[in-house]
């Protein structure tokens, strides 16, 4: 059975701070990773990531997929109380369906 | 151009009725599915579809049916509800089931079966 595993559940920062949020995974016949941001509402994408190495940049947001490891980390720079979110990794395998883990709720501080 | 549309945004049932939940998308995707979200539990999926008349079970199926008549519209049934159906439901949609798909959540109908 297909299985993302998020570290850690939840982390409480001040802003200004850097956050590394880790994502673990086991699927079979692996094809993509992809990272959402969750507000209050419906989870919005982030960056995906097929191969290993690469890292994908965005602002101050930047991730980077390991897959020797079977695992990514998705990093924050600066952080703002705006990046306050459930932070949501998804796995898509073989059976072509997207597997979720289980969030990191990032709250960052004034 | 609307994106990923769902209605209601609220629902509360009672134990044993029935509803539909609707998820519509304006972009001419192939793929649909929708998730239930429960607290600590991340996204689970129920069911989906890689296009009109074609759908699959997900993870967490039992007790909600689905169709998919057109491409456009992908509605969700539940078939008695129950007080575990309580949660917050999202559909999604993409380009396709290949590789290079990215999904677009609608925003989510959160339902309360009492």
């Known amino acids: 059975e297909d299985k993302v595993v998020q570290s850690p559940l939840s982390l409480v920062v001040h802003e200004g701070d850097t956050v590394t949020l880790n994502c673990s995974y086991e699927v079979t016949n692996f094809r993509s990773l992809l990272w959402y941001k969750q507000e209050k509402k419906a989870p919005t994408f982030l960056f995906m990531l097929?191969?290993?190495?690469i890292e994908k940049k965005s602002g101050r947001l930047s991730s980077i997929l390991d897959k020797k490891e079977l695992s990514s980390i998705l990093n924050i720079t600066a952080t703002q109380t705006g990046d306050s979110a459930i932070y949501l990794c998804?796995?898509?395998?073989?059976?072509?369906?997207?597997?979720f883990g289980k969030g990191t709720k990032l709250t960052v501080n004034p | 151009n609307a994106g990923v549309t769902q209605t209601p945004k609220f629902q509360v049932l009672k134990t044993g009725q029935s509803m539909t939940l609707q998820c519509a998308q304006d972009?001419?995707?192939?793929?649909m599915s929708w998730y239930r979200q429960d607290p600590g539990m991340g996204l689970r999926l129920i069911h989906y579809?890689?296009?009109?008349?074609?759908?699959d079970q997900g993870e967490v199926p039992n007790g909600y049916n689905v169709s998919r008549s057109t491409t456009e519209d992908f509605p969700l049934r539940l078939l008695s509800a129950a007080p575990s159906q309580t949660s917050v439901y999202f559909c999604?949609?993409?380009?396709?089931?290949?590789?290079?798909?990215?999904?677009?959540f609608g925003p989510g109908t959160r339902l309360t079966v009492t």
């Open positions: 998804a796995v898509e395998g073989g059976s072509e369906k997207l597997v």
């Open positions: 579809s890689v296009g009109a008349g074609i759908t």
């Open positions: 097929t191969s290993s190495g």
């Open positions: 999604a949609s993409s380009y396709s089931r290949d590789r290079s798909y990215e999904q677009y």
């Open positions: 972009m001419n995707h192939e793929y």
